[in-house]
């Protein structure tokens, strides 16, 4: 376990657009005065990683990203936590609780049930989580007063990403793999097989999804979101089918696609999800066709900064294509390498999204 105490620097990466959130927290003093002054000194945010840890380049690290934003914007220290492994989350969240936290962001569905037990002893202490409703009772909200769920309908950007995948693939075969088959995941998988069954609806090919099948409700997972001997032969699987462009689903698990990729001696584009991986991991940046973005960065600190100016709200926010919460990142180096057409099929299809006259569908999708 990892804590750490600090004043917030820049955070100086490049985010999404994203809608304002709201969410307010009660004060507590942090274990130093925070020079230069601020509307609310006393105010301490804090976050708990899940197990990919901060520096995993994508969904851990861009929670990060947007603590740190916010932090620096209202001028107060935070806390961050590093979980090594699932048994810490318990007691990573209990340490921030004790250390007079005002508001608690936890990172992934893998701390629901953590951050919904906090938030019930803790009712004084404000909670939001990323990735996860807080609704143990599956009504659709939020079960406690005190948590504010951020959640991102990312089958409808990774609808986007199926499509320019079939429109690159010259094998006729694409695929995906995830960390750990939950909702967070196979959304995004579901997502772009549609965007391939849509392709190959409107263009007449006969593009296959390898990884993942969405009426079976089956496909590759790793067990985890680490990069490692798991990755590497999950990806080296959907190679061996003839895949040519690959989407893994789970934190750093990319890392372990790019190497098989890289060892394979063959053309096959990589798929980012979460953040534009282009930018945010330059070592795989020559690999990437485009990333499935969420915008948990600017999300995160819209969450942290209302907090801290006393406005709380356990309204859920749904990132989607119409209000920029999710979105598909630029092709960069590959724009000279994609149909000419495709970008503009693409903002069409996205519009298509957003007036519900092209319907995309995942049992994961959220609701209002």
């Known amino acids: 376990m990892r804590i750490t105490s600090r004043k917030a620097g820049l955070a100086g990466l490049a985010t999404i657009g994203a809608s304002a959130l709201l969410l307010a927290g009660c004060a507590a003093a942090p274990e130093e005065d925070n020079a230069g002054g601020s509307d609310a000194p006393d ?48 007691p990573n969240v ?12 936890t990172v992934g569905f893998l701390l629901s049930e953590t951050t919904l037990e906090a938030a019930e002893a803790n009712p004084d202490v404000n909670f939001a989580i990323i990735d996860d409703q807080l609704d143990a009772d599956q009504d659709g909200q939020p079960d406690v007063d005190n948590g504010k769920p951020i959640v991102f309908n990312t089958h409808e950007a990774a609808f986007l990403a199926g499509y320019a995948a079939a429109s690159y693939s010259k094998t006729g075969v694409v695929g995906t793999f995830g960390g750990i088959q939950i909702p967070t995941v196979t959304i995004f998988m579901d997502g772009f097989a549609e965007g391939v069954a849509y392709h190959n609806e409107q263009k007449g090919t006969n ?16 067990g985890g979101f680490e990069a490692g001997t798991a990755a590497l032969a999950s990806a080296q699987g959907l190679i061996d089918q003839n895949a040519d462009v690959i989407m893994p689903v789970g934190g750093p698990i990319y890392q372990s696609a790019a190497e098989a990729i890289r060892s394979s001696g063959r053309e096959i584009a990589l798929i980012g999800v979460d953040s534009d991986v282009y930018e945010s991991d330059p070592s795989v940046a020559d ?10 960065t600017p999300a995160t600190r819209d969450v942290v900064t209302a907090a801290a100016e006393g406005d709380f709200s356990n309204e859920k926010y749904i990132g989607t294509l119409e209000n920029d919460g999710v979105a598909l990142a630029p092709f960069h180096d590959f724009e000279s390498k994609v149909a000419p057409e495709l970008s503009d099929e693409l903002d069409e299809i996205r519009q298509g999204i957003i007036d519900g006259d092209i319907v995309v569908e995942s049992k994961a999708a959220f609701t209002e």
């Open 94 to 105: 209990q340490n921030l609780v004790d250390q007079g936290c005002n508001l608690i962001v």
């Open 43 to 90: 105010f301490l945010p804090c976050m708990v990683s899940d197990a990919g840890g901060f520096d995993d380049k994508s969904f851990n690290e861009s929670g990060f990203n947007g603590l740190v934003e916010a932090a620096d914007e209202v001028g107060v220290e935070y806390k961050e936590v590093e979980s090594a492994d699932e048994s810490a989350y318990g």
């Open 287 to 296: 690999l990437l066709l485009t990333s499935v973005m969420k915008g948990i």
């Open 207 to 222: 593009v296959s999804v390898v990884g993942w099948d969405v009426e079976g409700e089956t496909g590759v997972f790793t």
